[in-house]
């Protein structure tokens, strides 16, 4: 029997999957990583804890008898992150991450160089501090003898790929988020990286999500357990992977990932750039797919900080339930999710989080709830975007990641979005879909498409209620007037 791995570089986390031939998910395991915050706004980590990660995980998932040969290897994690090699592959700084916020003038920058809306043509998307292009100007401006050391430039998980191969490979999926791809094209955009001074040759290969990017190592297969010649394929972005997991990947059907942050995925048969930039296009991790998404970068990680901060020995199902029991809209109390800054709709890493309208009436309930419809809000405001551009049609919405286990937080989304949600049998996120892409590039099935197929199917629905969505109706406006009116509060402190 074959068998196929998904590894997933999280940010929090490597997390190794093994499925079967039938898509049975056969053993998982998972390695927690470091996470350092420096200064204010930085967000880093050590590119040697991903691999130390990636051996760990991998042997907890191969202990043991299995009865057949794992076929292949998918790689999927955290997008835009900068992860700098120099000439004899060693690394040159720590990783600079998808949530750091340090880039704001490189951004401006960016801008200046190509034209705003030249960079959304090409890359479809407007410079924002989380991806990769403006952390590499950054080091050039701040760690001018790092910068003169590049010799490669990769994102987390192909680090890992290569520590696996000895090869240098990149997805479409995973470089569209670069800021240094051409979507349309589906490869690296020379006029960017010439207006940007960036050097072609510190980029590696770009590979659709099946294609066999380079083999299992002997040295990796010593450290891993992996036979030596294992293929690894491309795989792709963590979102694009989750996308898979869950069957998101044709016109229709869109994914929804309540994790730490929340992204709203909508599938595309061509390639679409909302003008504005406000929604990112990307690659999909299927050929000759793309897809639009919009990001609010603290959506279950809201919830965490909440847990964390008021109650931090409940556990979440504890601290949930007495919310249940507290109406819709928490008593006049609304909650701001932007706690890292935001994305989706507003770019802007300065933006902060907030309680309004907080009485004396208002209890830990009501604080629970609110953060709950906070975050429900912000997807709708991705949910908008989408409608508005009128790119990608939106039939069902799949539902997944750890905040979609809450039934409480389900049946307020469904009510803040009146749309049926859907979860499905595949509950391993984009592990899952990263094993489903290797599976292709074995040959155990003939596309994703059929991989899909095979392995994902519908398990339950909740569906909005008529009463709570007029109620919910009449509360988003009041949410959406947060952000302007303490923009300006929010700036003059985050700047304190």
């Known amino acids: 029997m074959p068998y196929l791995l998904g590894i997933d570089v999280s940010t929090t986390g490597v997390k190794a999957l093994l499925i079967d031939g039938s898509g049975d998910v ?39 008898p299995l009865g057949g040969d794992v076929a292949a290897v998918g790689l999927t994690g955290q997008m835009h992150g900068l992860t700098l090699l120099d000439r004899d592959s060693g690394v040159l700084r720590p990783a600079i991450l998808w949530n750091d916020q340090r880039t704001g003038p490189q951004c401006d920058d960016i801008r200046q160089r190509l034209g705003k809306d030249r960079l959304i043509e090409l890359t479809g998307n407007d410079a924002l501090a989380g991806f ?5 100007l950054w080091v050039r401006e701040h760690e001018p003898q790092v910068f003169a050391e590049i010799r490669q430039i990769l994102l987390p998980k192909d680090y890992v790929r290569f520590c696996l191969t000895g090869d240098y490979a990149t997805d479409r999926a995973g470089a569209a988020g670069t800021l240094l791809l051409n979507v349309e094209t589906r490869d690296w955009s020379e006029e960017v990286l010439e207006a940007l001074e960036i ?7 770009t590979h659709e999500g099946q294609e066999i990017t380079g083999r299992i190592s002997a040295d990796a297969a010593e450290a891993t357990g992996l036979r030596a010649g294992t293929p690894v394929v491309g795989g792709g972005g963590d979102q694009a992977a989750q996308a898979v997991g869950v069957g998101a990947i044709r016109p229709g059907i869109v994914a929804l990932t309540l994790g730490t942050s929340g992204v709203v995925f909508a599938s595309t048969g061509e390639p679409f750039v909302d003008p504005e930039g406000r929604l990112h296009a990307f690659c999909h991790a299927v050929p000759q797919r793309w897809h639009l998404m919009g990001v ?9 900080w909440y847990r964390d901060t008021v109650a931090p020995q409940a ?28 994305r989706t709709p507003h770019p802007d890493p300065l933006a ?12 830990q309930a009501h604080l629970t709830r609110a953060v709950l419809e906070g975050v429900a809000f912000g997807l709708r405001d991705n949910f908008e975007l989408i409608r508005e551009v009128g790119a990608a049609e939106i039939e069902e919405v799949r539902i997944s990641g750890g905040g979609a286990r809450s039934d409480l937080w389900r049946q307020i989304i469904a009510n803040v979005l009146d749309a049926d949600l859907v979860t499905v049998n595949t509950t391993e996120g984009a592990a899952y879909g990263a094993a489903l892409l290797a ?31 007029a109620t919910y109706d009449e509360l988003y406006p009041l949410y959406r007037h947060l952000y302007p009116a303490l923009t300006g509060l929010s700036h003059s402190l985050a700047r304190r």
Not at 352 to 363: D, N, S, Y
Request: proline share 8%.
């Open 132 to 136: 990769t292009a403006p952390k590499i």
């Open 26 to 64: 056969r053993r998982t395991g998972t390695t927690e990583l470091p996470l350092s915050t420096p200064r204010p706004l930085w967000s880093e980590q050590d590119p040697a804890d991903w691999w130390r990660g990636t051996v760990n995980s991998i042997r907890q998932v191969l202990e043991g």
């Open 352 to 363: 902060r989080g907030a309680f309004v309208g907080l009485t004396v009436r208002h209890t």
């Open 199 to 205: 050097p072609a040759e510190w980029l590696p290969p």
């Open 296 to 304: 609010m970068l603290s959506a279950a990680g809201s919830l965490r």
């Open 315 to 342: 556990d979440y199902d504890a601290l949930l339930a007495p919310a249940s029991s507290v109406e819709i809209g928490s008593e006049g109390l609304l909650f701001l999710p932007y706690l890292t800054g935001e």
């Open 439 to 469: 599976g292709v590039g074995a040959g155990v099935w003939r596309d994703v498409s059929a991989a899909c197929q095979s392995t994902v199917s519908r398990t339950d629905v909740t569906s909005p209620q008529g009463e709570a969505v």
